[in-house]
């Protein structure tokens, strides 16, 4: 129903209710405010409102688990709901009721000062402390997140092992994984793999790990007593999939329900700290944790996001303990996050020589290219990828290696194809098979940095691989195995004159023949020992102290002779008891 009309008169347009009534007296007729009955005393109103509003912020505390931190907003929308439920219940309690919005609002300002003072607080100070972390203001905070060294690639970046390379990207990996599950009949129906699996290093070898999911609500309940009883390693470069059986299962995971769910159990523990990714990794021992790196905002109060450390939950047991960054434990390979890296550096490329440059003038801009790898340097993982101009070259200008665990970063100048110009030549050399690259590994190849990678069929299946020159990207190598492509990629650079032949070995001079003496005389004194399964002769000749030693193998007339026979041996001197005869005559 219409309460008010406008309407056109000689004196211009009029507004009035719907009985033609002027404006001024249909307003004073609207109906005012109501007052109901209020339900009990102040005093109940106000502790059942306050019973009420803990009742359900425990309910919604549970359910979406906010940080309490002032650096997380949802900790201000928690603020903000637990306000507005103890005020609606004040309200309908205290039996007021209103036509309008505005008319709410002047109740709950005059007579709920409280909730409404801290709403608007909580309100000015969610816009001032985004405002603060604009990056109009503050450009340079944003470059200095990543601090960016200079660093030299033949001499830091070692030459691989071949039998070290990795040669399964992620994919390729869940794939595999997948396969092994539906090998195990006791495990295929009742778990699914997980669609990550983070790059470590076991044991010195780059390998993935996959952990198992409960296959659906009904499926966890049958099995959560005894938990996830396995998870998956996958060789990188052998291909193999190990399913690794524990004595007690994994009853911590983000499969699981209630106080068991990983969420919900970092938070009970640490309700104050906020998280970034989460990573299944292994220990030495193969015990499984979960990794879950805790960030802060270093840049106003919800920008600038960062890593201050990491939290370590036994995957087991759901023992934890919060590490600082400095302190975590080297068998952990990932602290900071590939994403949260690239995004640093491009805060860094992009605002490094301050925040109207990167708009206009653009000097020394630079960016990331699209996509990333990891590289296994000194039992660490390190992120690699491509850097270029921001105006969208089709070449890179470098890469940079960032430490996982230690965020230490290093900037290599080399000019080149980007990654995915390296994918179209891999590909392009294989066209007639229509194989996919994978996204290309970093590798020294005799001192040259070369793009790896492994071209798949329609099915995902590894069928080749490939090597590309990052500077001359037109030096393309393939083999059916890896020692076919390095030795084709080895013949290019020798073609094109980056390394020179292998200077020819030179036999090492046989070294000279010892000295030897020769000495005639009767023996004085005869023995024998068997060593190692060969009879050995002791001979003392007389006037002299040394026992000069032979064996029967090589001279078998030695087992006949006696005291008293005459004999002429040859030997090395030697300041010994014991001497080495060379020959052996009998007179």
Known sequence: MNLFRIRFGPTGFTMGGTGGQPFEEWQNTRPEATQKKPVGTPVIRVIVSLLVTVIFGAVYFFIELPALNIHNTGFYWFIILLCLVFTVCMIIMGGYRS???GDYIRHVRKTLPVPFAIIVIVIVVTVIGTAAGWALFRAKDYSKLLTVGEGDFTSEVSEIKWNQIPMLDEDSSNNLANRKLGELSDLVSQFTVSDSSAQINYQGNPVRVNYLNYGGFFKWWNNFRKGIPAYMTIDMRTQEVNVVRLEEGI???????LLRDLERHL??????????DVNFEIDDEGTPYWVASVIDKKIGLFDGTDVIGAVLVNAVTGESHYYEVADVPTWVDRVYSASLLIDQYNYYGKYNNGYWNSWFGQTGCTTTTQGYNYIAQDDDVWMYTGITSVTGDRGNIGFILVNQRTKESRYYSC?????????????????QYNYQATFPLLLNISDQPTYFMALKDSAGLVKMYAMVNVQQYQIVA???TLEECQENYYDQ?????????????????PEPEPETLTISGVIADIRSANIDGNTIFYFQ???????????AKDYPIAAILNVGDEITVTYVPQDAVLLEAKTLQVK
């Open 478 to 480: 393939t083999g059916y």
């Open 251 to 257: 009853r911590y995971s983000p499969s699981e329900y």
């Open 99 to 101: 036509n309008g919005a």
């Open 541 to 551: 000749l007389e006037g002299g102290e040394a026992y000069y030693t032979i064996s």
């Open 493 to 509: 650079l020798l073609s094109n004159r980056l390394i020179a032949e292998p200077e020819p070995e030179v036999p090492d001079e």
């Open 267 to 276: 938070r009970f523990s640490y309700p104050t700290l906020m998280y970034g």
């Open 415 to 431: 000019a080149g194809a980007e990654e995915y110009s390296a994918m179209s030549s891999a590909q392009g050399a294989v066209q």
